[in-house]
């Protein structure tokens, strides 16, 4: 499934303040940031 995020802060910095993205079905807002490379979650 296709999600669209909006980012604030240093994610919007590293990445963009909206991206869309393709992720499993259930997948988890962590599960995302993580994969992102967000070290918070």
Known sequence: MKVKIRLYGELALKHRAEI??????GATIG?????MG????
């Not at 967000?38 to 979650?41: A, I, L, T």
């Open 20 to 25: 869309e993205l393709k992720v499993r079905d």
């Open 38 to 41: 967000d070290k918070r979650c």
């Open 31 to 35: 599960e995302i940031l993580k994969n």
